[in-house]
């Protein structure tokens, strides 16, 4: 499926507060401290629940811990690191206000058609109280203009660099087509017949005029619930094959026909179709695709500066 965002664009809806009252940090195993600042045990427990694919949260407990023991260290270094650039933002002057918040609540809003008591409900699935949301909310306007400021900003792509990036890349236009995807997921059960026919139940509300993104929120096991199914843009050439398959033959507007995939059964809209019909289009996906490059590495880099100045010590 689609790569993931930046990281600095998703893990900050994770990080657990740091500022807990003393009493409560001694109920919690300190992993970390980073400067005068600490990362808990459920600081990164919490977010590993989050972050979790499907595949993993459909699991059976035992097994989903033992496969967060084995990577908590790799999880740990993550939030360590947005830890770091949430304090260079500080250090900077550089932060998000309740307008600013309250602005980005209405665009989530509108974007996903969500009424008042439906982002309510959306936010309390996630674990959070308004309160809680809101602050993660602030924190990730807060990190988007830290790196804008210190990164994004600096970055840029030069057409030399995307002709010769053309020249040594033959054939990318056809990497970078994709679709635009809403997905609605139900989970392998015991009973396969019982799943297609409540799968069924929600494709006949669909042609009889109901909404796939209402639907997908209220069924779909996928963590897209949430964005009523919306996948954003996928590259063909980071599709699985069952999903390109099915994909390959639809129009833009149209629902797919349920199809089992490896952990459950499956339900596509597509949305939108991507393709180059201009040399100067594919050029434009192609700087945007360099300029997403330059903007990884050179934020490594600078998360990389920032640790070299700080303290950082790790508890286990």
């Known amino acids: 499926m689609g790569k993931r965002m930046l990281l600095f664009g998703v893990l900050v809806l994770v990080l657990g507060s740091v500022s807990a009252a003393q009493g409560a940090v001694l109920l919690d195993k300190v992993m970390a401290i980073v400067n005068k600042e600490v990362i808990t045990w459920s600081d990164v427990y919490r977010g590993m629940e989050y972050e979790a694919a499907d595949e993993i949260k459909a699991l059976k407990a035992e097994e989903r811990r033992r496969l967060f023991k084995e990577n908590e260290m790799g999880y740990l270094e993550l939030l360590i690191d947005m830890r770091l650039q949430l304090q260079e933002a500080a250090r900077a002057g550089v932060s998000a206000s309740k307008e600013d918040v309250e602005r980005a609540i209405r665009s989530i809003k509108e ?12 936010i309390r699935k996630e674990g959070f109280s308004l309160d809680a949301y809101k602050k993660r909310l602030a924190e990730q306007i807060t990190l988007s203009r830290i790196v804008d400021q210190e990164v994004r900003g600096k970055v840029l792509v030069t057409e030399r660099e995307i002709d010769t990036y053309l020249a040594e890349n033959k054939n990318e236009a056809r990497e970078n087509e994709g679709f635009s995807v809403s997905h609605l997921f139900l989970r392998k059960a015991e009973d396969k017949r019982q799943v297609e026919e409540k799968m069924e139940e929600i494709l006949k509300q669909i042609k009889a005029g109901g ?17 009523g199914g919306d996948l954003g843009f996928i590259r063909k050439s980071d599709m699985s094959p069952g999903f390109l398959a099915v994909l390959s033959g639809m129009k833009a507007g149209q629902v797919s026909e349920p199809f089992w995939g490896e952990n459950g059964l499956h339900l596509l809209k597509l949305n939108g179709i991507r393709k180059f019909d201009t040399p100067q289009e594919l ?9 997403d490059a330059k903007l990884s590495r050179e934020l490594r880099n600078w998360v990389k500066g920032l ?4 303290y950082v010590e790790i508890k286990i």
Do not use: G, I
């Not at 050029?283 to 360099?290: D, I, M, P, S």
């Open 111 to 122: 974007k996903y058609s969500l009424s008042d008591e439906a982002f309510a409900e959306m």
């Open 211 to 227: 909404d796939f993104a209402d639907l997908a929120r209220q069924y779909s096991e996928d963590a897209s619930a949430r964005s």
């Open 283 to 291: 050029r434009e996906a192609v700087r945007q695709k360099l300029l």
């Open 307 to 310: 640790r070299e100045k700080a």
